[in-house]
DNA sequence: CCGTGCCAAATTGTATACAATATTATAAAC
DNA sequence: GTTTATAATATTGTATACAATTTGGCACGG
C-alpha cells in the first residue's frame, strides 16, 4: 500500500480559516493594528472559537497577527523598520531566484515569462495600474517558481505577503513605475541571455530600488496605532 | 501607567508547549517520522489538548511537524532534497548576515567574535566536539545578531533548526572538521579587515561546503519510515 | 484462496462550558 | 478636581464533551 501524494482533499476548518483570515488581512479587509476580537470572527466565519484560535496561532507564526497574552489578538503593524529589513533579505532571495531561474528553468518557462513580460509591458503602456502590479507579482512568483527551490519558494511567499501589505496602504510613486519596467526590461534581457550572475545581480537592484521607493511611500502613514473595528480610541485628554 | 517593554511574564501553555515540543524534536527525542499522539503528549505534559493542538499548528507552520488532517501529526522527516534546497538559502543569508554584519557590528561584538572564535579553536585542539559544534552555533548565532536584522534573525534561526535536526541524525565527517576551522579562520581574517564583500562571500562558502558534507552524510541514512512514539532512547550523541 | 463491502474501534476535528486575567467603570479619599 | 482603590464586565485561556473521519478487522461472495 501506498500513500498518495497528493491527498484529495484537506478541508478542516482551521486551514480554511488560516487562508480566509490571511486574504482579509492581505487585502486590507483586515488593516493593521485593528483588534481581532475572537467571537466575532467566528460568526463571522461561521466557526466556532476552537479552529479559529488554531488559525490565529498560525498567522501569528507567519508574522501577519501579533498575540498578547491575555489581551487579544491584533493584525500586525506594519513597521517601516521592518520593512527594511525584509527587504534586504528579499534582495538576496530575488538574486539568487534569478540565478537558480537561470540554471534550473526549462525554456517552456523562459518562453513563459517572455509572454508575461509583454503583457506587463503592454499593460503599462494602457496605464492599467491594477493589472500591472498583479501581473508583476505573477512575473516576481514565476521566476521563483523556476528556481526549483521549495524553502526559497515558501520564505519568499511570505515575505511578499507583508510587503505587498506594506505597499497597498503606502500605494507608492507613479514616478516609479516607468523606473521598473525600465528594470524588467533589464533583467529580461540577462534571462534571455541565460546569464545567472546578471539576472540576479539585476533583480537584487530591482528590488532594492523598490524598497527605497516604498519605504519613503510609507513614512508619511507612519503612525500605527491599536483601533478599534468601529474607530479610533480617544486616548489623551488635555 | 507604562506598559513594559518585555512582559514580565508570557506564560500560555500553548506556548510553553511550543517550545518544550520543539526542543525535543530538535533534541531529537521526537525523532523524525514518529506519530504524535495528542493524547499521549498531553498527560507527557500535563495539559490538556486545547493548547497542544494549538502548538501543533505552529509547529506544522514551521516546518517541524506534517498534519495530516485526520490521520494525526508526524514531526517532520528528514528529505536530503529539502535540506538541499535550505542549505542554498543558507548559503545567501549567511552571506547576507556576514556583510550587513561588518556594516552594523560594533566594535564590542567584534571583538566578543573573536573571543568566541579562540574558544573554538582551543576546543578543537582539545577534540571536545560537542562543545565545539555549540560554539560553532553560537558564532553563526552571534554574526547574525551584529546584522541588525530581525528578519533575517528569524528566517536564519528557522533554517539553523532544521539544518541542526539533519546535522544530528547524519553526525557528519569528521575529517571535515580540520577543514571546518580552516574556513572559520578565514572568514574571521575578513572580519578583522572589516572586509563586508568577503566575509559574506567567505561565509556563504563555509556554508555551501558544509552543506556538501551533511548531505553526503545524510544520504545512507535516507529510508525515514513511519515509527511508532515509545519512548526510544537517542542511540548515540557522539 | 483472494477480493470486496461492511462494521467496530480509535483518533482527530469541532463545539461548548468553565476558569483566569485584563479592562473599564465606580466610588471614596485627599 | 484629581487620584487611587475596588468591583463589575468582557475577553481570553483551558478543559471537557460530542461529532466526524480514518483505520483495521471480519464476513461474505467471487
Redesign the interface.
Known sequence: MKAPAR?IR???L??SAVEELRAMILDGELPPGVRVPEVQLCEQLGISR?PL??AL??L????LVELR?HRGAIVAPVDPG?IG??F??M???E??AGT?ACRNGSDAEFAKLDRMHDQLVTQHEAGERAAYFLTNRQIHTQIVAMAR????E??YAG?AAKILRARSLANYDTGRWQESVDEHEGFMKAFRRRDAEEAGALLADHSRRTAVAVIQALRPAAAQGEKTAAGAEPMDAG
Do not use: K
Open positions: 491527498p484537506r478541508a478542516t482551521h486551514h476552537t484560535r488554531e496561532r498560525v501569528s507564526s507567519e508574522g497574552p521592518e529589513a525584509i534586504e533579505v534582495d538576496a532571495l538574486r539568487l537558480l527551490n521549495p524553502a526559497l515558501a520564505t515575505f
